[in-house]
């Protein structure tokens, strides 16, 4: 499977796109105003402590408090548990883990997200190109995406071999996946190197600062997602593709040869239809080949996906048109959960089957299509109503959330109150407004559309309002207005 990683780099937002065959996976999109802060380091001040929630708020220097959570605390008086332990000690107090005033060290492992403080963990972790350095862990782990057992055992035994002592835990990260044992001794180095310099800046800082930053979004890109699938790697931006180059050098030089800078006056991402591709997923509705299509909402507490035939009538009997129509949405849904970030809890609603079989070739569907998902997922068993519950890491704001804000004119309900509903408002509120003041006259300020259904279909209704009340009544319309809003003006 050929990819290719697109880079568009203007002075106030940097976007990475994932392309796979031609076809967009993955945007990530990084704001100046607004950079996301997940895996920086700070030091924190416990601002108060929750006992009946095992959690604390901590000051950290940003809009809101941060969340920690007891599971997140790291307990120095404790000896080290390993991960082989089959039954832990139970969780102490919150109280006697942290309390209010206390500076302590904390890396946020959830941005902010809508009115939610940022999420921290005392568990530290440092990335590098092919190692994750764990400082409260002396465990050693390896991705479970290297599948091959000989190759695990060999990286697993390598990074063993290279700390001894044994001061961290390490991660053997899917990008190891083939090196030598060289490279890997050199990333041990490097994360030891940042970590002295986190632990010297700890130190002399003030609660609030911040004493580890991780890259920035296109070095990060060339670090995380930069493979040897990978076939190449265009930035628009001659700064950031010498940055780019510069780093790949340092720390995997035989993948440098693939970053190219994009001097092309017609823009990268239109060149690639990557433009085209983030507008449709904003959309609600995610067609399918087979004619069917996908009906996306995103709420506070899930997201879920409706599957619907839409014109698919298939050539068969209805059940082998229900299963490939189910078939072609497991992988649509798993490609729009990737392009939109969307996590957390996630439904989908497939189409009712009757065989077992193909109930189970759907959820194989899913689970294949989500594997090439950086994020972590897990998918349950279809439920007998057509459900499939499953969850998604979630890290950060999802691509709507980031691009989008709530209409202004619904509130962010997704629907309009209509014209007819808005007359029988203004009836109300002149009838209201009567009673309460004294006015030879009344003007009503409302959207032409509202004032036309006035108008033509309710005069009647008008002509009996103006004699019930007695008194005359003026419309006016307002293009400004949108179509729930309205004035009654008594003159």
């Known amino acids: 499977m050929s990819e290719e990683l697109l880079i568009n780099v203007t002075p106030r937002e940097t976007r990475v796109a994932v392309v796979e065959n031609g076809m967009l996976q993955e945007v990530s999109i990084e704001r100046a105003s607004r950079r996301g802060y997940f895996g920086n380091i700070y ?12 959690a604390a708020f901590v000051e950290i220097g940003l809009a809101r408090a941060a969340f920690l959570h007891a599971s997140d605390i790291v307990r120095v008086s404790s000896p080290e548990i390993e991960e082989t332990d089959a039954t832990p000690p139970p ?11 206390q500076d302590i ?9 809508g009115s939610k403080g940022a999420r921290l963990t005392m568990h530290l972790s440092l990335p590098s190109r092919y190692l994750v350095l764990l400082t409260t862990s002396k465990t050693i782990g390896v991705s479970a995406r290297i599948e091959d057992e000989a190759e695990r055992t060999r990286l697993r035994d390598a990074v063993t071999m290279m700390s001894p002592e044994r001061d961290f835990g390490y991660i053997v990260r899917t990008n190891a996946e083939g090196v030598e044992s060289e490279v890997l001794e050199e990333g041990i180095a490097y994360l030891a190197k940042v970590w002295r310099a986190v632990s010297a800046r700890f130190a002399s800082s003030r609660a609030g600062d911040c004493v580890y930053e991780d890259l920035s979004l296109p070095l990060r890109s060339v670090r995380d997602l930069m493979r040897v699938n990978v076939e190449k790697v265009r930035v628009d931006s001659r700064e950031s593709h010498e940055r780019m180059l510069k780093f790949a050098q340092q720390f995997m030089p035989a993948l440098a040869e693939r970053i190219e800078h994009y001097p092309g006056e017609r823009p990268i991402f239109d060149l690639y239809g990557v433009e085209d591709e983030i507008q449709r997923a904003l959309n609600k509705e995610v067609p399918l080949k087979s004619g069917g299509y996908l009906v996306i909402d995103q709420t506070e507490a899930k997201t879920t996906i409706d599957v619907n035939t839409g014109g698919f009538l298939g050539t068969r009997n209805l059940e082998e048109t229900v299963y490939r129509t189910n078939l072609e949405a497991a992988q649509a849904a798993a490609r729009q959960l990737r392009l939109r970030n969307l996590g957390g809890i996630i439904i989908i609603d497939f189409i009712d089957m009757t ?3 193909h109930k189970r070739q759907v959820i194989r569907q899913l689970e294949k299509s989500l594997a090439r998902d950086h994020a972590k997922t897990t998918v349950y068993e279809m439920s007998p109503l057509g459900l499939v519950e499953m969850t998604r890491k979630r890290t950060a704001d999802s691509l709507a959330r980031q691009l989008c804000e709530p209409c202004p004119a619904c509130s962010g309900r997704g629907a309009l109150k209509t014209a007819e509903t808005v007359c ?3 009836f109300r509120e002149i009838t209201r407004a009567v009673r309460q003041f004294d006015a030879e006259k009344m003007l009503v300020l409302a959207a032409p559309k509202v004032v036309a259904r006035i108008e033509d279909e309710e005069s009647a209704a008008i002509a009996e309002l103006e004699e019930f009340i007695g008194k005359s009544i003026r419309f006016q319309a307002e293009e400004q207005y949108s179509q729930e809003q309205f004035d009654v003006i008594l003159l």
């Open 43 to 54: 030091k924190g001040r416990v601002q108060r402590v929750m006992p009946g929630m095992q």
């Open 91 to 101: 969780m102490p107090p919150i109280n006697e883990l942290v309390h209010e005033g």
């Open 105 to 113: 060290i904390v890396q946020i492992i959830k941005d902010p997200i």
């Open 355 to 357: 065989d077992e079989e």
């Open 424 to 426: 029988y408002e203004i």
